[in-house]
C-alpha cells in the first residue's frame, strides 16, 4: 500500500527560527511500527500518523502512554493500578489484608523491642517490687490461736448449761497441744484441741463460727466419728455446712439449721451437751443409732429454735423430763425404742380445756406411763401417740 504523508500548513512566516527549534518535528510511534499494519483510510489514523505542530508536550506525552489496541506494550503495573481502583485489592491481596499484615508485623517489631528490653534488665540488680497484701475472703484479719481459745472459753463461761466443759475454762492453751489425737482425753478436750490448734479453717472473728465447730467436733469425738458410716466433711477445712448430715440456711449460710445423722452407726454415751452450741437449730434426727445413756433434756430443750427432735430407736435410758421444751416451742417429738423409764412428762400434757403442746409425739407407752396419752386417741381421726 502506499503511505500518505500529510504535512501540516506551513505557519505564516514571521519567525524562521521558530520552525527550526528542537522537537517541534516528531514522528509518531506508531510510524515505528510495520508499515503493513496501517490503514489510511480513517481519519483516526490520519490523525495518528501525521506529524504535529500544534501538539504541547504534556498532550503528546500522555498520547504516547495511551494503550494502542494492537497489543503495544503497556506500563508496568497497569493493570494492578486498574484492579486496585475497581476492586480495592492489589493482585491478590486486598487493601483491607494489607493493612492488617503491616499492622501484625509492627507489633511483632514492638514486642520484640520489648522483649529485648526486658532481658537487658533482668539481670539489673535493684530491690524486687513489692506486691500489695491481700485480703483474706472475709476482709478481716487471720485471728491468732490465743484469741481463739481465749474466745471459746468466754462462750464456755458464759453458758450457764454446759458442766462438762468446766476443766476448759481455766486450762491454758500450752494443754491442749495433741490432746486432738489422744484417745483418753475428754471428748471436749480433744474438740477444744482439734479447733483451736489443727483446724485449717481460719473464719473465727465471730464466737459462733468457733462454738458450731467445737459443738459438732466433740459430737464426733464422743460418739465413734471415726467409725461413722458417712462423715465426709467432718473435721476438715471445709465449711460445716458441707460437712455430712449438716444443713445451713439458703442462700446466707450462717446458720445451722439441721442436723440429720439418722442410721450413721453413732455409737457412744451420752450426746454431750455441747449440742446445745447449736443455738439455730430447727431439727434434730439421731434415730436409728446406739446412743446410750441419760438424754440431756435440759440441753435439747434449751436450744431456742428447735421445733422437731427425732431421737427414737437409740439406747437412752433414765427418766424422760419437760426440760425437752424448754424453749417453748417444740411441737414434734418421737422417743420411742428406746429404754425410758418413768413418767411421760405432765408438762407435756394439754392443761384441762387446753390445747396440746405437742403437735406430734411418739413413746413407748409400756415403758412409759403416759397419763394424757389416752386423751389423744379420743375420736375417729385422733393422733395415737402409743407405739
Known amino acids: 500500500s502506499v503511505v500518505r504523508h500529510y504535512l501540516p500548513p506551513v505557519p505564516a512566516i514571521e519567525d524562521t527560527t521558530a520552525l527550526l527549534q528542537p522537537n517541534r518535528f516528531r514522528f509518531s510511534k506508531h510510524r515505528s511500527t510495520t508499515m503493513g499494519k496501517l490503514r489510511a483510510d480513517t481519519e483516526e489514523e490520519k490523525s495518528e500518523d501525521i506529524l504535529s505542530f500544534d501538539d504541547e508536550p504534556e498532550q503528546r506525552k500522555a498520547r ?19 484492579d486496585l481502583q475497581k476492586t480495592g485489592r492489589w493482585g491478590s491481596v ?62 464456755l463461761r458464759n453458758n450457764g448449761i ?10 491454758p492453751i500450752s494443754d491442749l497441744d495433741g490432746q486432738a489425737s489422744n484417745p ?42 471415726a467409725d461413722w458410716y458417712n462423715s465426709d466433711g467432718w473435721l476438715g477445712a471445709g465449711d460445716v455446712c458441707d460437712w455430712y448430715g449438716v444443713s445451713c440456711n439458703f442462700p446466707n449460710l450462717d446458720k445451722i439449721v439441721t442436723l440429720d445423722l439418722t442410721k450413721n452407726n453413732l455409737v457412744g454415751a451420752p450426746l454431750p451437751e455441747e449440742i ?33 427432735l427425732y431421737i427414737n430407736a437409740n439406747q437412752f435410758t433414765g427418766e424422760f423430763d419437760a426440760n425437752i421444751r424448754t424453749n417453748g416451742i417444740l411441737h414434734t417429738l418421737y422417743i420411742q425404742e428406746n429404754d425410758f423409764t418413768g413418767n411421760f412428762p405432765l408438762g407435756l400434757c394439754p392443761a384441762p380445756g387446753g390445747a396440746f403442746k405437742l403437735r406430734e409425739y411418739g413413746l413407748d ?23
Open 184 to 225: 483418753s482425753a475428754s471428748p471436749q478436750v480433744r474438740a477444744a484441741s482439734w479447733v483451736i490448734l489443727e483446724d485449717e479453717r481460719d473464719e473465727f472473728h465471730e464466737s459462733k463460727f468457733l462454738q458450731w465447730r467445737f459443738a459438732l467436733a466433740t459430737l464426733y469425738f464422743a460418739l465413734g466419728g
Open 94 to 155: 486486598s487493601q483491607n489484608e494489607k493493612y492488617v499484615l503491616a499492622a501484625v508485623a509492627a507489633l511483632i517489631v514492638i514486642g520484640g523491642i520489648v522483649a529485648v528490653i526486658v532481658l537487658l534488665s533482668g539481670g539489673s540488680s535493684g530491690p524486687a517490687p513489692t506486691l500489695a497484701p491481700t485480703m483474706s475472703p472475709t476482709n478481716r484479719p487471720a485471728t491468732t490461736n490465743e484469741q481463739q481459745w481465749s474466745a471459746l472459753q468466754d462462750v
Open 365 to 387: 407407752c409400756d415403758k412409759l406411763r403416759c397419763f394424757c396419752c389416752s386423751i389423744n386417741t379420743a375420736g375417729n381421726d385422733a393422733f395415737d401417740p402409743c407405739f
Open 276 to 308: 446445745t452450741l447449736l443455738d439455730e437449730l430447727v431439727s434434730l434426727w439421731l434415730s436409728n443409732n446406739e446412743i446410750g445413756g441419760e438424754c440431756p433434756t435440759l440441753a435439747i430443750g434449751s436450744i431456742p429454735t428447735l421445733l422437731y
Open 162 to 171: 454446759l458442766k462438762s466443759t468446766s476443766e476448759l475454762i481455766d486450762m
Open 64 to 82: 504516547d502512554l495511551a494503550p494502542s489496541q494492537e497489543g503495544a506494550r503497556q506500563p508496568k503495573y497497569e493493570n494492578e493500578v486498574r
